[in-house]
């Protein structure tokens, strides 16, 4: 097989997974509405970042630049066409690979064909790609600095090279904000195991570039980079938690969500295994293949795909450290040097033949899972209640929204323009904190202070001690959604109005 056809092939394998699960998820999940209307609003006002007045619950959109403005920058279709920006720098990232693999794998087709397959086979990449997202862009970006360390491995580090990773690194501090904090480990790793003073001072270079390039708005990010690591410090443990039944207002005693992402006892840690493993079989099965790890550049691999690995796993299990996002996410950039791994550590032996079978297979039914679920949410009566939804609200008059559970929140924002109760995208989570993760405050003192005239919710969600509490009016039947149309809040019925509690407040 020639390299030519072998790279075909792969692209081929990347493509139709990463396609075939766009079109399942229908081209816009969740994060692809809040993304239109950021674009919308850009185009409309001329202002950016822009003022984002649908969303009650964040105070500025300070989400790193880069990504938004190429968004800005390319017609309205490619934001409507969904994850195809996504699917297109995913196969940019495996274009990277493919480099490499060729470069410090001497240019054999079989380094190329296992990279290319384990690369398009990890659940991950398929799975999150099916949105639009700008995890992939901070990926590339990071991918490209672990290409750059691996060639100054092999002939030096040139200041040429040196340059380049301060100018990438500045581009992820301005792209993806869990990616900057993968990097910032990932750095320090390398300072540790590598010392010189060029490498300690590159990190902080790429700081002041971002900070330069972007006219001081990136000491915006880096509060909002705060706010939001603040914020799960204090929050991680309801993560996933059902913000009503676990509310210390209107919760069950003892209540546990079966969804709850850290959940107690043994079936928080199965649960954080089946996450790990189905999300990228390909990474926990390749130190059966590399031990022991050789010495060279194939070791240097094994490290950066380690490092990952172990910080992956260490904001799981390690308490202070789960403020850092859900471990699983930091697969996707696991991906790359693990796929070069298995690369330069082909299957060789009976024992590491089965191994690279296996996690191939596990790999394959962990999609196949994947595509079945998008194809029963698909099916879903829900899928098509919340167009109806969207239509009266539409229509309606204006009032805010609050949506219980709070997932259609960026749908509506965006196709209705209804105020909605929510945020968590820049800027403000101390005015999230008092109805997400949970419910700390009085849902008739929430509903006073932000005038709220509706409430999407489900039969069954919400409990009659809120019911009670709030003005229904009218309550209508959508499909599977139920909308309670809430009286009009005015000076009279109103009284003394009382703050939401204060972040700080809300543990």
């Known amino acids: 097989m020639t390299a030519s056809l072998a790279i075909t092939a792969v692209f081929v394998v990347a493509v139709s997974l990463r396609y075939g699960a766009q079109r399942l998820a229908g081209g816009a999940a969740v994060d692809q509405w809040y993304w239109r209307l950021y674009t919308k609003t850009v185009r409309s006002t001329g202002q950016f970042p822009p003022k984002l007045p649908q969303y009650l619950l964040d105070e ?125 480990v990932l750095w320090l790793a390398l300072g540790v195991a590598r010392g010189g003073l060029v490498t300690w001072l590159a990190l902080p270079a790429a700081v002041v570039l971002a900070w330069a390039v972007s006219g001081g708005f990136y000491g915006r990010v880096l509060r909002a980079h705060w706010d939001i690591v603040t914020f799960w410090n204090r929050n ?71 490092a990952v690995l172990a910080f992956a796993v260490a904001t799981i299990a390690v308490r202070p450290l789960r403020c850092l996002g859900s471990g699983y996410y930091y697969l996707y950039n696991a991906a790359f040097p693990v796929a ?102 009085p849902v008739s003192t929430i509903c006073q202070r932000y005038d709220v005239r509706y409430i999407v919710t489900v039969d069954g969600y919400l409990p009659a001690a809120i019911k009670t509490e709030l003005q229904i009016r009218e309550s209508m039947r959508l499909g599977a959604y139920r909308i309670l149309i809430l009286a009009a809040v005015t000076k009279a019925n109103t009284g003394h109005m009382v703050p939401c509690a204060d972040a700080s407040t809300a543990r």
Request: glycine share 8%.
């Open 60 to 184: 500025h959109q300070w989400y790193p630049p880069v990504f938004p403005l190429i968004l800005c920058a390319m017609p309205a279709a490619v934001v409507r066409a969904g994850a195809s920006l996504s699917i297109a720098l995913d196969l940019a990232r495996l274009g990277l690979l493919l480099f490499a693999a060729s470069y410090v794998g001497g240019g054999r087709i079989e380094a190329l064909i296992i990279a290319g397959l384990v690369y398009a086979t990890t659940p991950i990449l398929v799975s999150y790609n099916s949105q639009l997202n700008p995890r992939a862009l901070g990926a590339l970006f990071l991918d490209a600095i672990g290409v750059l360390w691996l060639l100054g491995a092999f002939s030096g580090a040139h200041p040429a090279m040196w340059a380049a990773a301060v100018c990438l690194a500045a581009a992820v501090l301005l792209t993806h904000k869990m990616t900057t904090q993968l990097m910032a």
């Open 340 to 441: 070069l791994a298995w690369a330069l550590h082909p299957p060789s032996t009976a024992a590491t033949a089965a191994v690279f079978a296996i996690a191939g297979l596990a790999a394959l039914a962990s999609i196949a899972a994947f595509l079945l679920r998008l194809s029963r949410l698909r099916k879903s009566p829900k899928a098509d209640a919340l167009a109806e939804v969207v239509t009266f609200l539409r229509a309606a008059p204006r009032g805010a929204v609050w949506c219980l559970p709070l997932l259609p929140s960026d749908r509506i924002a965006c196709e209705t323009d209804q105020p909605v109760l929510y945020g968590g995208h820049g800027y403000g989570f101390r005015l999230l904190e008092p109805i997400f993760p949970r419910i700390t405050v």
């Open 236 to 306: 991680w443990r309801w993560l996933q938690a059902n913000p009503v039944r676990e509310s210390p207002i209107y919760g069950d005693a003892g209540y546990e969500t079966p969804t709850r992402f850290y959940a107690s006892g043994w079936p928080g840690v199965v649960r954080h295994v089946k996450y790990m493993f189905g999300f990228s079989p390909w990474a926990w099965l390749l130190p059966v293949a590399v031990l022991p790890i050789r010495p060279g550049i194939a070791g240097v691999v094994v490290c950066w795909g380690a």
